[in-house]
T-cell receptor, first 112, second 112 residues
Framework: DADVTQTPRNRITKTGKRIMLECSQT?????MYWYRQDPGLGLRLIYY???????NKGEISDGYSVSRQAQAKFSLSLESAIPNQTALYFC???????????FGQGTRLTVV | QKEVEQNSGPLSVPEGAIASLNCTYS??????FFWYRQYSGKSPELIMS????GDKEDGRFTAQLNKASQYVSLLIRDSQPSDSATYLC????????????FGGGTRLMVKP
């Protein structure tokens, strides 16, 4: 089983719908992140959480919200999806001492 | 000005040649530097980390760090078609909380 698991892996949704992307990890890391990647572009940070009670906005948080339900779970929500939120979404984790990030398999989201 | 800069490419090299990928960063206090490889539609995977000035070798990969000039590079010797991917440079310490900041990635194409 993967250390960082994202569900769903693929999703097509309609404009205006609410959708939640889920991430769970078994690495025991305190830090979790949500990134977005558009074709030909790098990773852009949406939200990050350093522990259950600490949630912070990244560079592109507008239109998104998150919930850190437990150390192992970090969910990303699109309250009212729009087509320009069509992208590949990655969840990642890291610990305090070693800042390398471990990524989930990604969720390909299409908003039509 | 972007905080971590990479040439987007594509960088095309013949099979067996050395591929040289470069990255510059803006934050002088950055301490940890990483290279990730990402195949199309897949999640990034860590291939090299480097923390001090100089070279670090791992198999066909060599990471080079020059903190005074604020650049980090990745050399791939004996390039293979399977090395064709996008390579992401990541630097910690930029922004709050010792997080990773990613460059836009360089697409490498190794031609048989």
């Amino acid at each position: 089983d993967a250390d960082v698991t994202q569900t769903p892996r693929n999703r097509i949704t309609k404009t205006g719908k609410r959708i939640m992307l889920e991430c769970s990890q078994t690495k025991g890391h305190d830090r979790m992140y949500w990134y977005r990647q558009d074709p030909g572009l790098g990773l852009r940070l949406i939200y990050y959480s350093f522990d259950v009670k600490d949630i912070n906005k990244g560079e592109i948080s507008d239109g998104y919200s998150v919930s850190r339900q437990a150390q192992a779970k970090f969910s990303l929500s699109l309250e009212s999806a729009i087509p320009n939120q069509t992208a590949l979404y990655f969840c990642a984790t890291s610990d305090l001492e070693n800042t390398e990030a471990f990524f989930g398999q990604g969720t390909r989201l299409t908003v039509v | 000005q972007k905080e971590v800069e990479q040439n987007s490419g594509p960088l095309s090299v013949p099979e067996g040649a050395i591929a040289s990928l470069n990255c510059t960063y803006s934050d002088r206090v950055s301490q940890s530097f990483f290279w990730y490889r990402q195949y199309s539609g897949k999640s990034p995977e860590l291939i090299m980390s480097i923390y001090s000035n100089g070279d670090k070798e791992d198999g066909r990969f060599t990471a080079q760090l020059n903190k005074a000039s604020q650049y980090v590079s990745l050399l791939i010797r004996d390039s293979q078609p399977s090395d064709s991917a996008t390579y992401l440079c990541a630097v910690n310490g930029i922004g709050a909380g010792n997080m990773l900041t990613f460059g836009g990635g360089t697409r490498l194409m190794v031609k048989p």
